[in-house]
């Protein structure tokens, strides 16, 4: 019975420091986020990486196609072979984002619920490195879906498949139905924030992961789900968000910084955040493990012979 009660109060402080630990790393991450701007944007800021340039690009060409272009594949969607429609569903289901939603949210829990009391420093950093990575390409991929959500439900396109009834360039504002929420693609927002935010976090990773996103793009339209400037527009939301929200990071020195020549690139700490992980995951098992005492070498095993 003792020993059960015992086991309940070493559960309950277990309990108590998880609580505090996060509670303390979410109201710090709060507060480091919400305050003023420490660095100021680089006057040679990229032109491709502001947020205002990528959506009027975005927008002009979106425009362009929709009066030239639209109509021609809107007929040829309803051609595309029935054998490959699957897989195009398959790919488009990825544009939903809750595959990366899931794993990154699971990931923050992780990293914010670590007992950081049992913790080296170093690995406290990490955890923390890892909580900030997490949450921003969680509030990437949210954040451009929520966006493009609203925009187009208040634009109000009828979707390819209205092409009949309504035609190409059929608008119904402030409609809020599905049928005339096709100006910009939800789903091409979410992959561009997606393929965005994750190639920030890993660059060496960006030629795969813009690649996939554009997939999805072209996807929404095999399916006939959206038309293609739908799909070029939503895009170009999602990486504004994307780039956006990462300035927003960079000005406050969470996760990113600027280089010479002004871009956008991993901050100092953040270069040894694989390294941290690595250590963190090894360590983790042994969290909470009493290490056994080193046995005590006799005599006659160490080599000496004993006085007689």
């Known amino acids: 019975m003792q020993a059960w009660q015992r086991k309940q109060e070493v559960m309950k402080e277990a309990l108590g420091h998880s609580a505090k630990t996060c509670r303390r790393r979410v109201t710090g991450g709060l507060r480091c986020f919400f305050r003023a701007p420490a660095v100021a944007p680089p006057e040679n800021r990229a032109f491709l990486e502001r947020p205002i340039a990528i959506i009027a690009i975005f927008l002009v060409l979106s425009l362009l196609v929709m009066v030239t272009s639209d109509y021609p594949l809107g007929l040829w969607m309803k051609s595309f072979p029935e054998q490959l429609r699957g897989m195009a569903k398959w790919i488009s289901s990825l544009g939903t984002g809750l595959l990366v939603l899931s794993f990154s949210g699971a990931l923050l829990m992780f990293a914010i619920l670590a007992p950081a009391h049992k913790l080296r420093k170093s690995v406290r950093t990490g955890t923390d490195l890892i909580a900030t990575a997490t949450a921003f390409v969680f509030l990437a991929v949210a954040g451009g879906g929520i966006v493009a959500s609203l925009a187009k439900n208040i634009i109000g396109r009828a979707r390819p498949e209205l092409l009949q009834t309504n035609g190409a360039f059929y608008f119904q504002p402030f409609a809020f139905h599905a049928d005339f929420a096709s100006f910009p693609s939800g789903h091409s927002a979410t992959a561009g924030a997606m393929a965005m935010s994750l190639a920030l976090v890993f660059p060496r990773l960006r030629p795969v992961f813009m690649p996939v996103g554009v997939l999805i793009c072209l996807s929404r339209q095999w399916v006939g789900a959206h038309w293609a400037s739908d799909t070029l527009m939503g895009w170009g939301v999602g990486v504004a968000f994307a780039l956006w929200l990462a300035h927003a990071f960079a000005r406050r020195r969470l996760l990113f910084a600027y280089d010479s020549d002004g871009r ?45």
């Open 264 to 308: 956008l690139c991993p901050g100092e700490q953040y270069k040894a955040i694989l390294a941290v992980l690595r250590t963190l995951i090894r360590r983790m098992p042994m969290i909470g493990k009493k290490v056994a005492p080193a046995e005590k070498t006799c005599p006659s095993q160490s080599g000496r012979i004993p006085n007689l």
